[in-house]
């Protein structure tokens, strides 16, 4: 699994976790790559998109999103997935497959070359 982000301004990071993401390490990442690369934005002028994933929606999440004054986009229930970022991860995948990786070390050499 993958996490990253996109801006108006560009690309943030792009995250590899190992094993099950739950709400503790999705709020790991917010603090450790959302946070930081719009560090500027913490005043209230940081809008944030996620969908209606369980552990994006969970109360830690929520707390620490709402302490760091990061607004959120409302994401209806059972709507078409119309979140930018999905276009970059159709483009990643297509690029990855070409490349064609036998495993994950190669996996994680072909994303970050592409």
Known sequence: MVWGSISANGVGDLVFING????????????????????????GSLFFQQDNDPKHKSREVQNYLSNKKIQLLDWPANSP??????????????????????????????????
């Open 20 to 43: 099950n993401m739950d709400a503790s390490s999705y709020k790991q990442i917010l603090i450790h790559h959302l946070t930081k690369k719009y560090s500027g934005l913490l005043d």
């Open 81 to 114: 997935d119309l979140n930018p970022i999905e276009n970059c991860w159709a483009t990643l995948k297509k690029e990855v497959s070409e490349i064609g990786p036998n495993n994950i070390l190669q996996l994680k050499e072909a994303i970050n070359k592409s």
